[in-house]
């Protein structure tokens, strides 16, 4: 029985590792999606807003001057 | 020794019963309503007019044929790339010296994932705001992640197969590979004494010996890819649709009316899914008969 040539291999591996990464890429995009709304874009608070606190020091019916 | 004939179809009969009441009940049902017969809506008489308006009809025909053709397309390349690969990645691992495991281990892992999964994933990696737009834009491959094509929600449903593909090809590749695993080497190592080359034991040796677990496989893919519709309603345009999706969308109109039509759509679709079993069966029996 002869020795798989250099090439094959590499034909071989190539082929199973970009195919390994096509099925596992939807899952990457799974974690991308839902890690990355909260740590890299976190959604806006008050202090976000309103940075300067300039809402406190309007008038307000419900807190007062 | 009387009870002893009963014995069998009494402990077939809970399954029998699940089967003939759920599945053959529904079917005579959805066959009853696809003939007029709604009486919600007052209409008792049986017709072939909901037939007649998706094959002739103004209103349906259109959206049918179309819907027809795109199924067609989408069942028959989905299938047919999903086998190529499998064939190709069953042979890679079977070639493999060692970490053959972990291989077979990255065939098999999204085996127990629901389609509809594999459609938002698909769309979170193919959509022009995905991340093979946003990864390309990063490298300056595109200026702009919009420059991506439109692979997901296209007129020729690329994302739909491509969602198939990734969804069906480890089933096709799990089956041929344990057929592959289960061959003796001793058929490729003679016809390699005889000076075949590589291609030629693949195909004189190998491929004769996979397709009846091959072509099995793929019946098997081919008629759920015809009647599934949660990825062509997820990743598929407004028109053309599927036939499944159209059925849907016609059994859930406003328009009660619209539900013999959509009913005769199912029908359609079952009837095309029994076919296509029944000759593969019946193809299948024939070579059988050959061989023996």
């Known amino acids: 029985m002869g020795q798989p040539s250099r090439f094959a291999a590499i034909v071989r591996y190539g082929f199973l590792i970009l195919l390994g990464t096509a099925l596992v890429l939807p899952f990457i995009a799974f974690a991308v999606n839902a890690f990355s709304r909260q740590w890299f874009h976190p959604q806006p608070g008050p202090e976000d807003l309103d940075p300067a606190g300039l809402a406190a020091d309007t008038l307000s019916p419900f807190t007062g001057p | 020794m009387r009870w002893e004939r009963w014995r069998v179809p009494v402990m077939l009969a809970p399954a ?8 053959g009940g529904g079917l005579i049902y959805g066959l009853l309503q696809s003939f007029g017969w709604q009486p919600l809506i007052g209409s008792t008489r049986l017709s072939l007019s909901s037939y007649a308006n998706i094959l002739a009809g103004e209103r349906y025909s259109q959206q049918f044929w179309t819907g027809l053709l795109l199924t067609i397309w989408i069942s028959l390349a989905s299938t047919t790339v999903s086998a190529i690969l499998a064939v190709a990645v069953a042979l890679a691992i079977r070639g493999l010296p060692r970490r053959r495991r972990l291989s077979a281990f990255l065939l098999q892992f999204n085996l127990p994932i629901p389609h509809v999964v594999a459609a938002i994933g698909v769309l979170f990696v193919l959509s022009q705001s995905g991340l093979l737009s946003r990864l390309g834009a990063q490298m300056g491959l595109l200026h702009t992640p919009a420059q991506f094509p439109v692979l997901v929600r296209d007129r020729y449903g690329l994302g739909i197969i491509a969602a198939y593909v990734w969804k069906e090809l480890p089933f096709i590749g799990v089956i041929v590979l344990a057929v592959l695993e289960s061959l003796s080497q001793d058929y490729e190592d003679s016809a390699r004494t005889l000076g075949a080359g590589a291609w030629q034991r693949f195909r004189h040796v190998t491929l004769p010996l996979i397709t009846p677990a091959l072509v099995s496989s793929s019946m098997i893919v081919f008629a759920f890819v015809f009647g599934a519709y949660q990825i062509p309603e997820i990743l598929g345009v407004r028109y053309p649709r599927t036939l499944s999706v159209l059925a849907l969308r016609f059994f859930l109109d406003a328009d009660l009316s619209a539900r013999a039509e959509a009913m005769a759509m199912s029908m359609i679709i079952s009837a095309a ?20």
């Open chain 2, 16 to 23: 029998a019963f699940v089967l003939v009441i759920l599945f």
């Open chain 2, 273 to 292: 899914v029994t076919i296509i079993m029944a000759v593969y069966r019946w193809a299948s029996s024939r070579g059988d008969m050959r061989s023996a």
